[in-house]
T-cell receptor
Framework: AQSVSQHNHHVILSEAASLELGCNYSYGGTVNLFWYVQYPGQHLQLLLKYFSGDPLVKGIKGFEAEFIKSKFSFNLRKPSVQWSDTAEYFCAVIDTGGFKTIFGAGTRLFVKA | DAGITQSPRHKVTETGTPVTLRCHQTENHRYMYWYRQDPGHGLRLIHYSYGVKDTDKGEVSDGYSVSRSKTEDFLLTLESATSSQTSVYFC?????????????FGPGTRLTVL
């Protein structure tokens, strides 16, 4: 069965620090990958997605993620975080052609002003 | 934001009572989904629909049923609520299937089963 592992459950950073959130998945076939963000009190929104092509994907608000197929990883990065990035971040995976998206447990990021 | 509403937004009920949650969309998207969000588990798919009257089970479907009689509405029913079903429930929609399209999420329903 597919699974998604997010290594850090809680991350605390100061403004302007760099961010990297880990995401690894287990599945032997071809997958599509997503990062979603949930700001406090809000619903989930898509940050970025990878379907095919360039494994370095750029999303909204300066976020990017790199798909490394050999490592089954899709880590999220941002060079300089802001207080407004405080949120919970979810990595998600789906088998291409499938209907069941598997989400990681989430990483809560708190950015100190 | 995608036109998705969920009702009710908050509900407290007692064990053994039936509960129905409603998801309504104005986007005319074909696919609709129900997820539950629990600490330490992220989101887990309960059921999904790929068209009117076409539904299928997700990862955690036991104790839940769904119905979709119109494109715009997707109902989630807990026939006899249990405390383990206390959760936040999110509806999502997509124009095409989830492997080819972004899912847009509703605001969520917080359900507490006492």
């Amino acid at each position: 069965a597919q699974s998604v592992s997010q290594h850090n459950h809680h991350v605390i950073l100061s403004e302007a620090a760099s961010l990297e959130l880990g995401c690894n998945y287990s599945y032997g076939g071809t997958v599509n990958l997503f990062w979603y963000v949930q700001y406090p009190g809000q619903h989930l929104q898509l940050l970025l997605k990878y379907f095919s092509g360039d494994p370095l994907v750029k999303g909204i608000k300066g976020f990017e993620a790199e798909f490394i197929k050999s490592k089954f990883s899709f880590n999220l990065r941002k060079p300089s975080v802001q207080w407004s990035d405080t949120a919970e971040y979810f990595c998600a995976v789906i088998d291409t052609g499938g209907f069941k998206t598997i989400f990681g447990a989430g990483t809560r990021l708190f950015v100190k002003a | 934001d995608a036109g998705i509403t969920q009702s009710p937004r908050h509900k407290v009920t007692e064990t053994g009572t039936p509960v129905t949650l409603r998801c309504h969309q104005t986007e005319n998207h074909r696919y609709m989904y129900w997820y539950r969000q629990d600490p330490g588990h992220g989101l887990r798919l309960i059921h999904y629909s790929y068209g009117v009257k076409d539904t299928d089970k997700g990862e955690v479907s036991d104790g839940y049923s769904v119905s979709r009689s119109k494109t715009e509405d997707f109902l989630l029913t807990l026939e006899s609520a249990t405390s383990s079903q206390t959760s936040v429930y999110f509806c999502a929609i997509s124009r095409t299937g989830p492997s080819t399209d972004t899912q847009y999420f509703g605001p969520g329903t917080r359900l507490t089963v006492l």
